[in-house]
């Protein structure tokens, strides 16, 4: 099962149904302010008898609060550092389960968590896709299999 493809799927059905937003993977090249921006990243872990899947998704901190607020109906102003973490969780969340249910059941879906995971720290077995809205990139996805 190609874990990248099944989690590019996933996140793009997400956060077009879920989230209102319109992702693209490619841009007329890379955004050189997202390097500058703050970011929040959750993750969620899909546990199997003989592998560990771990799906971690980065957005740049003004995408993720701006989500959020779409993601409650609301305006950005009203929206406060746990919703947006909350809704990221949800977001990871949703993936996650959309994946699971792809792989037929094979795998335990974890809580969702904010940060990167700490299993991951010396793994080298990660790759990653960046996501765009109108050529400014949103963040980047990374997908590692244990």
């Known amino acids: 099962m190609q874990w990248v493809e099944l989690a590019k799927e996933a ?6 149904k879920m989230f209102y937003t319109m992702p693209e993977l490619d841009s007329s090249g890379e955004d050189p302010s997202y390097k500058g921006k703050n970011k929040i990243t959750s993750h969620i872990k899909l546990s199997g008898d003989n592998s560990k899947i771990f799906i971690v998704i980065t957005l740049s901190e003004p995408s993720a609060y701006q989500m959020a607020a779409d ?17 990221l969780k949800e977001l990871a969340n949703m993936v996650g389960g959309y994946c699971l249910g792809s792989a037929g059941g094979k795998y335990m879906l974890s809580l969702p968590q904010i940060g990167n995971p700490e299993e991951l720290k010396k793994v080298e077995q990660c790759q990653s896709f960046p996501l765009f809205v109108l050529g400014e990139k949103l963040g980047e996805v990374t997908v590692c299999v244990l």
Do not use: S
């Open 11 to 16: 996140i793009f059905k997400t956060l077009e």
């Open 71 to 87: 993601f409650m109906g609301t305006i950005v102003d009203k929206i406060k550092r746990e919703d947006v973490e909350d809704c």
